[in-house]
């Protein structure tokens, strides 16, 4: 069992709709991240977090701690935000990161 | 540019080549990282270097080599490989320790294919 659990493993909207993504982690940590990567492979960070709620835009990244559980949230999405959602998380123990599996996102017009 | 930049983008190469992977920041971070993705499973860390010394090997073969001249610069040397190391391979930079007040920045990797 994978130290770090992504849900779902492909996840397909329409346009405009509000989509959740989750993770659960099973380890203590100091952050987690969330990450996007588009064909290609480029891997962007969406977000750092150790605790409560962030805002980017139409992007919403929540975590609870007590839970080990985060959620990522796009509003009014866009065929642009198709791509590999991917959470990572940073254990209190060391400087590596390790990683989800990741959420495959597409997004039809 | 996500400031830091992989080269190159593409690789093709031969079980017997010799070939190396560069990474490289200016964002004044002091520690790096490579990362290997294959198809269809998580990201694995493969070395993390700090302040130009290597801190960790997640096990990899020798068959890669890392070299970290300075904490701009990051070189991943490739020999003998084997087709299942084709992959993609990402560096990352970030301030090292713990602690959150810190950022991962990767780079947009080079996608390896050993023939």
């Known amino acids: 069992k994978n130290e770090v659990e992504q849900s779902p493993q492909n996840l397909t909207a329409q346009e405009g709709e509000f989509i959740t993504i989750n993770c659960s982690y099973s380890?203590?940590?100091?952050?987690l991240h969330w990450l996007q990567q588009h064909p290609g492979g480029g891997i962007v960070s969406l977000f750092m977090?150790?605790?409560g709620k962030k805002k980017h835009g139409r992007l919403i990244a929540t975590i609870n701690i007590q839970e080990k559980h985060s959620s990522l949230h796009i509003t009014a999405s866009h065929p642009r935000d198709s791509a590999v959602y991917i959470c990572a998380v940073r254990e209190t123990s060391g400087s590596r990161l390790t990683f989800g599996e990741g959420t495959q996102l597409t997004v039809n017009p | 540019e996500t400031g830091v930049t992989q080269t190159p983008r593409h690789l093709v190469m031969g079980m017997t080549n010799k070939k190396s992977l560069k990474c490289e920041q200016h964002?004044?971070?002091?520690?790096m990282y490579w990362y290997k993705q294959s198809a269809k499973k998580p990201l694995e860390l493969m070395f993390v270097?700090?302040?130009?010394?290597?801190?960790e090997n997640n096990s990899v073969p020798s068959r890669f080599s890392p070299e970290c001249p300075n904490s701009s610069h990051l070189f991943l040397h490739l020999h003998t490989l084997q087709p299942e190391d084709s992959a993609l391979y990402l560096c990352?930079?970030?301030?090292?320790?713990?602690?959150?007040?810190?950022?991962?920045?990767f780079g947009s990797g080079t996608r390896l294919t050993v023939v």
């Open positions: 380890v203590g940590i100091s952050a």
């Open positions: 964002l004044g971070h002091n520690a």
């Open positions: 990352a930079s970030s301030h090292p320790g713990q602690g959150t007040n810190y950022g991962y920045t």
């Open positions: 270097y700090n302040f130009k010394e290597q801190t």
């Open positions: 977090l150790s605790s």
